[in-house]
């Protein structure tokens, strides 16, 4: 598969748990993005690695959220007790340069109760 | 840091008719655009891209312009077929700090085709 994946599609989770959700990028892309989308927006910056050097990060990502990419290949967004207002789309995104198509994976869902 | 406006939200024209959609960035920095296309349920895909040394770029019935100065760029769609239905993003990043900061999206046109 050359494309971007991303795992679990679903994921539906009590308020105050923890969830990780999991993007494998093109594998020659150094670049890695995490978007969040809510319903009738446009994604949303959350952070960026290079490699494995996590370079930016908005101020969306509360010290709740964290994210990794241990070896520049997959990489993890874990959001610490979550919140009903977690509940989006969680996109990632992967490229070769910045500007070229960054190439998004099929997002995770995420529903908080 | 980066804005992008988009308009409309909605828009629907006849199969065979054009489209067109306007976005306005903030930031002069800016020097990427590209427009990608969101099928409902599906991912988001790059239709057409546009850096800032060139004015306009087209691929078969897509077309972007850009006007610097202005700080806007546009979307147009010729000969609309049914498939073209779905919600269209402009987005807009600059290399002032190597891409890190990501794309800045506007809020999406939902583009309708009618029959």
């Known amino acids: 598969d050359t494309g971007v994946s991303q795992d679990p599609r679903h994921k539906i989770t009590k308020r105050g748990q923890n969830v990780t959700f999991r993007c494998d990028p093109i594998s020659e892309h150094n670049r890695l993005y995490w978007y969040r989308q809510t319903l009738g927006q446009g994604p949303e910056f959350l952070t960026y690695f290079q490699n494995e050097a996590q370079l930016e990060k908005s101020r969306l990502l509360s010290d709740r959220f964290s994210a990794e990419r241990p070896k520049g290949s997959f990489s993890t967004l874990e959001i610490q007790r979550t919140e009903q207002g977690d509940s989006a789309m969680y996109l990632c995104?992967?490229?070769?340069?910045?500007?070229?198509?960054?190439?998004f994976g099929q997002g995770t869902r995420l529903t908080v109760v | 840091g980066e804005n992008v406006e988009q308009h409309p939200s909605t828009l629907s024209v006849q199969e065979g008719d054009s489209a067109v959609i306007k976005c306005t960035y903030s930031?002069?920095?800016?020097?990427?655009f590209p427009w990608y296309k969101q099928e409902l349920g599906k991912r988001p895909q790059l239709i057409i891209d546009i850096r800032s040394n060139v004015g306009e770029k087209k691929d078969q019935r897509i077309a972007v312009t850009l006007n610097k100065t202005a700080k806007h760029f546009s979307l147009h769609i010729t000969e609309t077929q049914p498939e073209d239905s779905a919600v269209y993003f402009c987005a807009a990043t600059s290399n002032m700090r190597g891409g890190a900061d990501g794309l800045t999206f506007g809020k999406g046109t939902h583009l309708i085709i009618q029959p």
């Open positions: 930031d002069s920095a800016s020097n990427y």
């Open positions: 995104a992967s490229s070769s340069r910045w500007d070229t198509e960054a190439f």
